[in-house]
C-alpha cells in the first residue's frame, strides 16, 4: 500500500547518514532530514527538511578586531572549524554572558585566538555588521574594532585558530573569510 498523498513531490535529499543528516561529498553534516509523510518510518529522507529550529533564527552577537601595524600590516587567523576553515579570517567571536560589552568580548577573543593583548579602552570602533546572510550559519550581527599596534608586534595562533600572521594590506590572501573583505576596506579606508 502506498502511503504517500497523491500531491506528494519526491524529495531528492542526496547522500545522507543513518540520523537523517545531508551530507557534504567530504562526509560533514549539512542540516537534517525528516519525514513529514511517512511520520518517519522506512523513510530514507526523501521527503524533505526539517523545518527550520526557530532558536536558530534568533541573531547571535560576535565582536572582530582589525588589529594594524604603523607599517600596513594587519592581523588574520586561518580559520580551524567550519564555516570557512583554512581560510583566513579577522580575529573575533561571541560576545558571552560574561561580557561587559562587545568592545570588551573583542579584546578577550583578539588574545584568545592571536596572543594579542589590546586593552578595551584601546579598541576604536568601527561599525556594526548586521545584514541577513553574512554567515552561514543563521544570522550574526558583529561589532568591528580597530587595534593600532606597532611594526613588529609578536602574534602566536590560539584556542580557535590553526594559525595567527601579519598580512600586507595591499596583499591579502583570497578568498577572506565571510565579509571580511568589506569589513577590513571599511576599517583601513585612508590608510
Not at 561529498?25 to 526539517?50: A, N
Not at 568592545?103 to 568601527?126: C, I, K, N, S
Request: charged share 30%; proline share 9%; hydrophobic share 35%.
Amino acid at each position: 500500500m502506498n502511503t504517500e498523498p497523491d500531491n506528494a513531490m519526491a524529495y531528492d535529499a542526496g547522500p545522507h547518514d543513518a540520523e537523517g543528516w545531508k551530507l557534504h561529498d567530504d562526509g560533514t553534516r549539512v542540516h537534517r532530514y525528516t519525514c513529514t509523510i511517512h511520520d518517519g518510518q522506512d523513510c530514507d529522507g526523501h521527503c524533505g527538511p526539517l523545518p527550520a529550529d526557530p532558536a536558530e533564527d534568533e541573531p547571535r552577537y560576535t565582536a572582530d578586531v582589525v588589529a594594524v601595524t604603523t607599517d600596513r600590516q594587519v592581523l588574520l587567523i586561518e580559520r580551524d572549524w567550519d564555516p570557512y576553515e583554512g581560510q583566513w579570517a579577522l580575529p573575533g567571536g561571541h560576545v558571552d554572558p560574561t561580557d561587559a560589552s562587545s568592545r570588551e568580548a573583542a579584546a578577550r577573543e583578539l588574545v584568545e585566538e592571536t596572543g594579542l593583548r589590546v586593552a578595551p579602552e584601546q579598541l576604536r570602533e568601527v561599525g556594526r555588521w548586521d545584514q541577513p546572510g553574512r554567515d552561514p550559519r543563521g544570522r550574526y550581527i558583529t561589532d568591528v574594532y580597530l587595534a593600532e599596534v606597532p611594526a613588529g608586534t609578536p602574534v602566536a595562533a590560539g584556542d580557535d585558530a590553526r594559525s595567527a600572521r601579519w598580512w600586507p594590506l595591499d596583499s591579502l590572501p583570497e578568498p577572506l573569510a565571510f565579509d571580511h573583505a568589506d569589513i577590513l576596506a571599511k576599517a583601513t579606508a585612508g590608510r
